[in-house]
């Protein structure tokens, strides 16, 4: 991803209402983030507990959503639906976010497993659990990162589906 300001990530908010948007906490280490390691950036409101933001470059554009998470946790362990990571170190929690357009205005939803800690970036690019020797290591590591993209990317477009 591209480095983004405050501003940009605000102006690109979909399926919110205006009182959300300025609702909007970014975290405190937010001018520290590296955007060049992740393919979407994704975090947790510290004054509002149970909402999240999801930001990601999607058909050229930048596109930000509200993300909600269920107030039930799994009860047993879930993978994430975006990184798929095996090894998870983290929670996967359920988030939905609400459509775009008049079916979002009704109160129409979709929802996912992602990592509690949006870490997916970091997943895709570690080392498979098991690997032999001649391995090309980048070509899986690329494979993983390509199918995260993709994965949120179609997250994205399910959200945006019915966009007015």
Known sequence: MKQYTQQQILDAFRGATRS???????????????????????WRDRKIPRRAYVVV???????????????????????????RDVELTEEAVMYTARRTGANGRRGDTIGTLICS?????????????????????????AEQVAELRRRVGSFVTEVLSTED
């Open 117 to 141: 800690g949006f870490n997916c970036s970091k997943h895709a690019r570690k080392l498979p659990p098991a690997y032999h020797k001649g391995t090309d290591l980048d070509a899986i590591r």
């Open 20 to 42: 959300e948007v300025k609702k909007v906490s970014f975290p405190l280490e937010f001018d520290g983030v590296d955007f060049d390691r992740l393919e979407y950036y994704g």
């Open 57 to 83: 470059e999607h058909d050229d554009e930048l596109v930000a959503l509200i993300l909600n998470r269920a107030e039930a946790k799994p009860s047993r362990r879930t993978m994430c639906a975006w990184c």
